[in-house]
């Protein structure tokens, strides 16, 4: 019973080439979060929802964008992945102030 | 800005023993800090949160405490098991609200046999 899913698992893009994340829940949660987390770094949060509410943190370059069609499904778009893009992409929903993630996608950038 | 600090060395430890990890915050308190357990190549997992105006929370063998003066946070696994072994990050939410964390880099705890 997955409650948080991100496909996929793992993506190889070319510098450059647009790449898609996508993030699906069962929770019906309103609130959902996009964030980056580099090795033995912090995660870093990149985009925020609050039901169709956006909020884009000050410092998540502009190359990212996200989309969110409706309360289940999420997706971050990377204009032009460069080399520093290479990271985990983490999705998380939250309710009661708990966030509960998914399991994340592994950008490589060749 | 507000900043989470933790230990970014590991914490290696006996099994049995009670393992603590600190959190530390700057400048103003959170309106509550939570606590995740992060295994490789995983999601961080919630285990629990402590609100600013409680000193302490426990969940079988968590414990958390919050000590607005020293500006810190402790979080405690008592009799400590091999399958204990994760990275921990602490959050804090400086959000005044918008229910947005700051994370910290997490401590590595290793349980030796």
């Known amino acids: 019973d997955a409650m948080v899913i991100q496909n996929p698992r793992y993506q190889v893009t070319q510098f450059g080439k647009p790449v898609t994340l996508s993030c699906s829940q069962t929770?019906?949660?309103?609130?959902m979060y996009w964030y980056q987390q580099k090795s033995s770094q912090a995660p870093k949060l990149l985009f925020h929802?609050?039901?169709?509410?956006?909020?884009n943190e000050a410092d998540t370059p502009d190359n990212f964008q996200s989309r969110r069609p409706n309360t289940s499904f999420c997706f971050l778009d990377i204009r032009s992945p460069g080399l520093g893009d290479a990271a985990m992409y983490l999705c998380?929903?939250?309710?009661?102030?708990?966030?509960?993630f998914g399991p994340g996608t592994r950008l490589t950038v060749l | 800005s507000q900043k989470i600090e933790q230990n970014s060395e590991a914490l290696n430890i006996q099994e049995g023993k009670t393992a603590t990890l600190t959190c530390n915050y700057t400048?103003?308190?959170?309106?509550?800090l939570q606590w995740y357990r992060q295994d490789p190549g995983r999601g961080p997992v919630f285990l629990l949160l402590?609100?600013?105006?409680?000193k302490e929370k426990r969940k079988e063998r968590l414990k958390v405490t919050f000590d607005t003066t020293l500006k810190q946070s402790l979080f405690h696994i008592t009799a400590s098991q091999p399958a204990d072994s994760a990275t921990y990050l602490c959050?804090?939410?400086?959000?005044?609200?918008?229910?947005?964390?700051?994370f910290g880099t997490g401590t590595k705890l290793q349980v030796i046999p």
């Open positions: 998380a929903t939250s309710r009661d102030l708990k966030q509960y």
């Open positions: 929770l019906n949660h309103n609130v």
């Open positions: 929802y609050y039901d169709k509410d956006f909020n």
């Open positions: 400048n103003y308190s959170p309106a509550y």
């Open positions: 402590i609100r600013e105006n409680e």
């Open positions: 959050a804090g939410d400086f959000s005044g609200g918008y229910q947005k964390v700051t």
